[in-house]
C-alpha cells in the first residue's frame, strides 16, 4: 500500500509538470513562452517606452499606480516585534471561523481525476478567515460581512487603518474599504498535513500562475478602471526558512490584451503549462511590510514546505490579502482606490 503511495505521489509530481495546482477562483492565463531570451530576463529599470504602454487616455488625471510591469514594491506597514504577535495569536483565537479550502479551483482538478482523489486521499486543504472574494460570490461575502464583519473589525480594525493609510500614502490619492467591508486572510499551516506523503506533495505543489483579475467577482460602477487595479499582501506568520511570491518574467494587461516580457517587448500568449518554461525569482515577504504589486506580473503561490511530521513543530502562513480598483471621480479630477477583500 506504500509502494502504490508512492506510486501516486510521482504521478502527482509528474501531473505537476504539466498543469500547477490552482489556488481558489484564480485566473489561468496564457504567459510568456520566451524562457531562455534574454528579453525575459529581470530588469531593474523600466524601459523607456514604459510610460507609453502603462498610460492611456481614461481619466483627465491618472492615478500614479497603474497597469503595466510594475516590480512589488515592499512597505513597512506593523510592527513586526510589537503588533504583529498579538495579530496572530488573535488569528488562532478565531479558528472556529476559519473556512477549509480545498486547493485547485474546481475545473483544474475536475480535469485531472486521479490527482484529485490523490488530494482528497491526503485531505489537503488551507484555509480562510473572513470573506474573500477569490472563493465566494459577492452575496456570500455580504452574507458573511454581516455575519462576521463586526468581530472582524473589532478584533483587526487598527491594522485595517494601517493597511488603507500606507496605500494612501504610496498611491497618492484617496483609499477607502469598498462598501466599508473588512479585509480577510488566507492561513496556511503545517497541521493538517498529517503524513509524510501530504507533506512531500505541498513541498512540491505550487498555485496555478496566474493573473489577479477578482475584481471581475464584484459589480462596479462605470467611473471603475480595471486598468488601474492593485494587488496587496501583509504577511502575519511564515514558516522559519521563509515564504513569497514566485514572479514569472511575463505580465499580461487583461484589460486591453497587452502582453509584454519584463524589457517590455510584445510577446505571445501560450497556454499555462508553458509558464513552467519562464524565468522567475521569488519575491521574499516580510512580517509587518505591505508588498504592493499591479497583479498583472504572472505569478504564484510557491510550496509550502512543512518540516517532518516526526518533529512535532507546526508551521504558519498567513496573509492578509486584499485587491483595489481605481474610481474616477465624477467632477473633479483624480479618483479613489476601493480595497477589498
Not at 503524513?195 to 467577482?217: C, Q, W
Not at 460602477?221 to 492593485?230: D, L
Request: charged letters at 25%.
Amino acid at each position: 500500500k506504500q509502494e502504490n503511495r508512492l506510486a501516486a505521489c510521482k504521478m502527482a509530481a509528474c501531473l505537476l509538470s504539466v498543469l500547477l495546482l490552482g489556488l481558489g477562483n484564480a485566473a489561468d492565463a496564457p504567459s510568456c513562452n520566451t524562457a531562455k531570451d534574454e528579453s525575459c530576463l529581470l530588469d531593474d529599470e523600466p524601459s523607456e517606452n514604459a510610460d507609453n504602454i502603462n498610460r492611456t487616455d481614461v481619466a483627465p488625471k491618472l492615478p500614479k499606480y497603474h497597469h503595466g510591469f510594475q516590480q512589488p514594491v515592499d512597505l513597512p506597514c506593523v510592527d513586526p516585534e510589537k503588533e504583529i504577535p498579538g495579530i496572530f495569536e488573535k488569528i488562532l483565537k478565531m479558528r472556529s471561523k476559519w473556512v477549509a479550502r480545498r486547493p485547485g479551483s474546481e475545473g483544474t482538478i475536475e480535469s485531472l481525476p486521479e490527482y484529485k482523489k490523490l488530494l482528497e486521499e491526503l485531505d489537503l486543504h488551507y484555509y480562510t478567515l473572513g470573506a474573500i472574494h477569490n472563493y465566494m460570490s459577492h452575496e456570500e461575502c455580504q452574507k458573511m460581512e454581516n455575519e462576521l464583519g463586526e468581530t472582524m473589525k473589532e478584533s483587526f480594525q487598527p491594522i485595517y487603518e494601517q493597511v488603507r493609510s500606507v496605500l494612501e500614502q504610496t498611491l497618492g490619492e484617496p483609499v477607502v474599504l469598498r462598501d466599508n467591508m473588512h479585509l480577510s486572510f488566507r492561513i496556511f499551516t503545517s497541521e493538517v498535513l498529517k503524513s509524510e506523503l501530504a507533506r512531500k506533495v505541498a513541498g512540491e505543489m505550487h498555485s496555478t500562475p496566474h493573473f489577479d483579475i477578482v475584481y471581475n467577482s464584484l459589480p462596479w460602477p462605470g467611473s471603475a478602471k480595471f486598468n488601474h487595479s492593485i494587488s496587496f499582501t501583509l504577511p502575519i506568520k511564515l514558516p522559519p526558512a521563509g515564504h513569497g511570491l514566485k514572479i514569472y518574467h511575463a505580465y499580461h494587461d487583461a484589460y486591453n490584451g497587452v502582453w509584454k516580457d519584463y524589457k517590455l517587448n510584445d510577446i505571445p500568449p501560450i497556454m499555462i503549462k508553458d509558464a513552467f518554461q519562464l524565468d522567475s525569482h521569488t519575491h521574499y515577504y516580510t512580517p509587518g511590510t505591505l508588498t504592493l504589486h499591479s497583479g498583472m506580473e504572472l505569478h504564484c503561490i510557491p510550496p509550502f514546505k512543512a518540516p517532518p511530521l516526526s518533529s512535532g513543530i507546526v508551521v504558519y502562513r498567513i496573509t492578509l490579502q486584499g485587491w483595489g480598483v481605481w474610481r474616477e471621480n465624477d467632477v473633479t479630477k483624480g479618483g479613489t482606490w476601493h480595497i477589498f477583500s
